[in-house]
């Protein structure tokens, strides 16, 4: 995968150089007409400050331990680390001489002040969609109520000429075309506005969704390939398929999507990795009919050609041949050692505390990389106004290889799960994985 991105990036530069390199620049990217914003409107504001939530800004722009929106979270990829950025209005080092256009032009087309592309770990993608007025109340709401933070950027660690951004505009020419939002008539209103939201500022599709060659997302909306939302591994955790599919939704109810974004939990499942992190900064902020219409919309979406559309759990063995000490089946008996006395001999844990392991579509995933990490390295469930107790699992990473493979295989094939198997070299894979995780830039403040 990192030869694959080099090759990719370093064919952009060979296409850039000899068609003329920033001459052949769209113009969408040009600097946008100057408009008015008034940021002392208190409604702008207030309403720039709810979105602000659902886009899960603070996630992003908030390095754990630094201060709102300073910037300084490390995001992995496979050619480096990405520091994200100061957003607060400093002068110096954040965004506070944007003017409207700037923010516009960097918000929804991925271009800085100073006409450099963004990475697109910036979602600027899914942010096209949004209307004018909301970026204006975005605008109004950080320039007016976020504090001014004097922090610098860190440089990110991509190795040059990798590093060199000129090349992602003919990115952003091949996959970050100017469109607009595209509701589907036979869908009722309140799905078009849940299509309208988990398509835009919510970005649900920069992590859930798979990305092509050139890491651009397969698809930005439900457009017929059945790609969008089908679930994807990103940072080594596996943002789950959200289609209502067998190893998708299909177990889930619209009360339970909604449960869950609401407080990041369930009583079968909690949210753990980043989407802690989004229910935590984003969703428990949003209202009630914003989460009832994402939940309602995810639900139409269609199970994938050649895909189960309902998840038929086989017989539960297990449950009997724990409580009778029967530790036979390969990984049964660290199941025991390690797992049951939280989660129980019957994988059914204990609601909204410790998930469930029988029937939890996580843990029959198609996937098993978020399994592993959070076998490895442990999770803890958001804090919410909703649930103010959060609960921690700890990591397993003095375990062995072989015995996590075990154990984790037994888990995603007993009390009736039915999913592949984990080898060893899945377990080594994200070890390595884990240890590569970037240190977040916080810069430690001088004493006084």
Known sequence: MRKLTKIVLVGAMGFAAAYGGARLLPAWLAPAQPGTVDINDPQLIQRGAYLSHVADCAACHTAPGGKPFAGGLGMQTPMGTIYSTNITPDPAHGIGGYSYADFERAVRRGVRADGQPLYPAMPYVSYAITSDDEIKALYAYFMSSVQPVDQANAATTIPWPA???????????????????????????VAQRGA????????????????????????????????????????GWYAKNLRDEGTGLATWGEADIVEFLRSGRTDRTAAFGGMADVVQHSTQHMTAE???????????????????PQWQPGQD????????????????????????????????????????????????????????????????TPDTVHDRMAFSMPGFANVSNKELADVLSFIRNSWGNHASTVSADDIARMRRVVADKPVHYVPVEESK
């Open 163 to 189: 590093s060199m951004r000129w090349p992602l505009s003919y990115w952003q020419l091949m996959f970050a075309r100017p469109r607009s939002f595209q509701a589907d008539p036979g869908m009722d209103a």
């Open 196 to 235: 309208y939201l988990v398509e835009g500022f919510a970005h649900c599709g920069a992590c859930h969704t798979p990305r092509g060659l050139a890491f651009q997302e397969k698809a930005l909306g439900e457009d017929g390939s059945r790609h969008f939302l089908s679930g994807s591994v990103l940072e």
């Open 290 to 308: 914003d989460l009832q219409a994402m939940a309602h919309y995810l639900k139409q979406l269609p199970a994938r050609a050649g895909r189960a």
């Open 317 to 380: 063995t297990t449950t009997a041949q724990l409580r009778a000490g029967d530790y036979s089946v390969p990984g049964a008996l660290v199941y025991s050692e390690h797992c049951q006395a939280c989660h129980r001999a019957d994988g059914r844990g204990a609601p909204r505390i410790y998930p469930a392991l029988a029937g939890n579509s996580i843990v029959f995933a198609d996937d098993p990389s978020s399994l592993i990490q959070v076998t490895l390295a442990g999770g803890r």
